[in-house]
């Protein structure tokens, strides 16, 4: 009986690595004109039977106070790629967060922004949606770096 | 090599309607076909000018007239069961004609010129505030000058100092400079493939972008993109270069590999030797060397302007930086297959 749940446990956890996930780019991959002044680009794999429910939020610390605004998340004449233009203020620390739900599968990505766009080592990919911890920390590392 | 034309497919192709694969391979019919490019242009302007019409509501009596006619028996002759919508169809190409005449013939023959500080020349004569340029006419700046160009409704060229650049074409599907020495800044925020820049070695596409570009007399020159794609190309030679990105071009050889502007400043030395020795020596053992993974837009640009064993050595560093994907054959983009090779592009592309 355990080993049956742990290979089922195992097995969805697998299921999930390769699942429902978003990948990062410069506005240059879409290969879109229409993206091409956007902050960054992303596509969400692993969802091919439904339209992926996304939602993009960018999260702030301007002048030391805490920041929130909804983003529309823009997409193309491409299928299931998305893009992510800036509607937050210049000034501060920035991230964006975005959430993806696919069925039953879950996607989650934080976005730190920096002087000269989207910072692509420092974004991490979730299997899910980032937590508020998750979001704070990232915030204040940013805030430490600069 | 021969591909089959795509003049059929541009209204869905333009329209969004078209699957990912047959809108791939119109595009990369329109990369190589002038003919299909100049339809496509046109297919472009004619479907603005569809999408500018007003909306009207047709007069009741149409409609009664057609559901009488709907109602008619089938004992009628041919001609006049459709009589009603054959009318309809001959009024739709009429005002569509009326429309093309009387818009077309608006469509601006000249653009305006602001002198924006120093002393600026349309056509050898000094101008003062805001003038006008029409294709054949030259826009000078003398060494400490600059100036705008409005490039009708598509965008906007800033002309840097002691910089010489002549109008050649102002179609709707063709807005076309002449860069004969300088510097110039454009940002075009129109669909791709409606902006042309020559220089004496290269020629600058737009493909939906904001670049500067640069040139001597000779041809010697520089582009640097800072928005989108920029196509630039000679005799057939072709470099891609996305924003943040920076291309050569040189007198006789054309455009050259791109790089990022952030790239190991030994692999763009490299490079320039490279280029020089017609992309065979020893740089580019440094190139393989000090490539990252956003630096295999060089490497991949490098693959048509190497033979074996160079190319074989290119494509295994380009696959040690990304994986290759499962659609692109090794030995298909050795062979320099241009399907596969683009395919390869799109998905680089996610990493630059």
């Not at chain 2, 010129?113 to 826009?139: F, M, N, Y």
């Given at each position: 009986?355990?080993?049956?749940?742990?290979?089922?446990?195992?097995?969805?956890?697998?299921?999930?690595?390769?699942?429902?996930?978003?990948?990062l780019?410069s506005?240059?991959?879409?290969?879109?004109?229409?993206?091409?002044?956007a902050t960054f680009?992303f596509?969400?794999?692993?969802?091919?039977?439904?339209?992926?429910?996304?939602?993009a939020t960018a999260e702030g610390i301007v002048k030391g106070e805490r920041k929130s605004v909804e983003l529309?998340?823009?997409?193309?004449?491409?299928?299931?790629?998305?893009?992510v233009f800036q509607n937050w203020p210049p000034e501060g620390q920035w991230l964006v967060n975005l959430k993806?739900?696919?069925?039953?599968?879950?996607?989650g990505a934080i976005v730190p922004i920096g002087p000269k766009g989207f910072i692509r080592e420092s974004s991490k990919i979730l299997?899910?949606p980032a937590t508020d911890n998750e979001i704070e920390t990232t915030l204040r590392t940013q805030g430490g770096k600069k | 090599?021969?591909?089959?034309?795509?003049?059929?497919?541009?209204?869905?192709?333009?329209?969004?309607?078209?699957?990912?694969?047959?809108?791939?391979?119109?595009?990369?019919?329109?990369?190589?076909?002038?003919?299909?490019?100049?339809?496509?242009?046109?297919?472009?302007?004619?479907?603005?000018?569809?999408?500018?019409?007003?909306?009207?509501?047709?007069?009741?009596?149409?409609?009664?007239?057609?559901?009488?006619?709907?109602?008619?028996?089938?004992?009628?002759?041919?001609?006049?069961?459709?009589?009603?919508?054959?009318?309809?169809?001959?009024?739709?190409?009429?005002?569509?004609?009326?429309?093309?005449?009387?818009?077309?013939?608006?469509?601006?023959?000249?653009?305006?010129?602001?002198?924006?500080?120093?002393?600026?020349?349309?056509?050898?004569?000094?101008?003062?505030?805001?003038?006008?340029?029409?294709?054949?006419?030259?826009?000078?700046?003398?060494?400490?000058?600059?100036?705008?160009?409005?490039?009708?409704?598509?965008?906007?060229?800033?002309?840097?100092?002691?910089?010489?650049?002549?109008?050649?074409?102002?179609?709707?599907?063709?807005?076309?400079?002449?860069?004969?020495?300088?510097?110039?800044?454009?940002?075009?925020?129109?669909?791709?493939?409606?902006?042309?820049?020559?220089?004496?070695?290269?020629?600058?596409?737009?493909?939906?972008?904001?670049?500067?570009?640069?040139?001597?007399?000779?041809?010697?020159?520089?582009?640097?993109?800072?928005?989108?794609?920029?196509?630039?190309?000679?005799?057939?030679?072709?470099?891609?270069?996305?924003?943040?990105?920076?291309?050569?071009?040189?007198?006789?050889?054309?455009?050259?590999?791109?790089?990022?502007?952030?790239?190991?400043?030994?692999?763009?030395?490299?490079?320039?030797?490279?280029?020089?020795?017609?992309?065979?020596?020893?740089?580019?053992?440094?190139?393989?060397?000090?490539?990252?993974?956003?630096?295999?837009?060089?490497?991949?640009?490098?693959?048509?302007?190497?033979?074996?064993?160079?190319?074989?050595?290119?494509?295994?560093?380009?696959?040690?930086?990304?994986?290759?994907?499962?659609?692109?054959?090794?030995?298909?983009?050795?062979?320099?297959?241009?399907?596969?090779?683009?395919?390869?592009?799109?998905?680089?592309?996610?990493?630059?």
């Amino acid at each position: 009986m355990w080993r049956f749940l742990i290979v089922n446990v195992l097995t969805l956890m697998l299921a999930g690595a390769e699942g429902f996930t978003f990948v990062l780019a410069s506005p240059v991959a879409s290969q879109q004109f229409q993206f091409k002044s956007a902050t960054f680009v992303f596509r969400a794999e692993g969802c091919d039977s439904t339209a992926p429910q996304i939602t993009a939020t960018a999260e702030g610390i301007v002048k030391g106070e805490r920041k929130s605004v909804e983003l529309k998340v823009a997409s193309g004449p491409k299928p299931g790629i998305y893009a992510v233009f800036q509607n937050w203020p210049p000034e501060g620390q920035w991230l964006v967060n975005l959430k993806g739900a696919c069925g039953n599968m879950t996607a989650g990505a934080i976005v730190p922004i920096g002087p000269k766009g989207f910072i692509r080592e420092s974004s991490k990919i979730l299997p899910r949606p980032a937590t508020d911890n998750e979001i704070e920390t990232t915030l204040r590392t940013q805030g430490g770096k600069k | 090599m021969f591909d089959r034309h795509v003049n059929t497919q541009l209204a869905s192709y333009l329209d969004g309607e078209l699957p990912a694969p047959e809108r791939q391979r119109i595009e990369r019919h329109l990369s190589s076909c002038e003919t299909c490019r100049i339809e496509c242009d046109q297919v472009r302007t004619g479907l603005s000018m569809v999408h500018a019409l007003p909306l009207a509501s047709a007069p009741a009596a149409i409609w009664n007239a057609i559901e009488a006619a709907t109602h008619q028996t089938h004992s009628q002759p041919a001609w006049f069961r459709y009589r009603i919508p054959a009318l309809a169809a001959v009024l739709t190409v009429a005002i569509a004609a009326i429309l093309y005449l009387t818009l077309g013939h608006r469509h601006q023959s000249n653009w305006d010129v602001v002198g924006l500080q120093g002393s600026t020349a349309v056509d050898s004569k000094p101008i003062r505030g805001t003038s006008t340029v029409k294709p054949g006419e030259w826009i000078e700046t003398a060494s400490s000058s600059s100036a705008r160009v409005q490039i009708g409704a598509i965008g906007v060229v800033e002309v840097g100092p002691a910089t010489r650049l002549r109008v050649t074409a102002i179609r709707p599907s063709e807005h076309r400079l002449a860069l004969a020495r300088g510097e110039i800044h454009a940002k075009i925020i129109a669909p791709p493939k409606l902006f042309f820049v020559d220089t004496p070695s290269a020629t600058a596409e737009d493909l939906g972008c904001e670049y500067s570009l640069k040139t001597d007399e000779d041809g010697l020159g520089l582009l640097h993109v800072t928005l989108g794609w920029v196509s630039f190309q000679w005799k057939g030679l072709e470099s891609l270069v996305p924003a943040g990105a920076s291309c050569r071009t040189r007198p006789h050889t054309g455009p050259g590999v791109p790089y990022f502007d952030d790239a190991p400043e030994e692999l763009i030395q490299a490079l320039g030797t490279l280029a020089a020795t017609n992309y065979a020596g020893s740089s580019l053992d440094v190139v393989l060397r000090d490539a990252r993974v956003r630096d295999t837009l060089t490497l991949w640009h490098l693959l048509p302007r190497t033979e074996s064993p160079d190319r074989q050595r290119i494509y295994e560093r380009i696959a040690a930086l990304s994986p290759v994907p499962t659609d692109v054959s090794r030995e298909r983009a050795l062979q320099l297959d241009p399907d596969t090779l683009a395919r390869w592009r799109e998905a680089l592309a996610w990493t630059w």
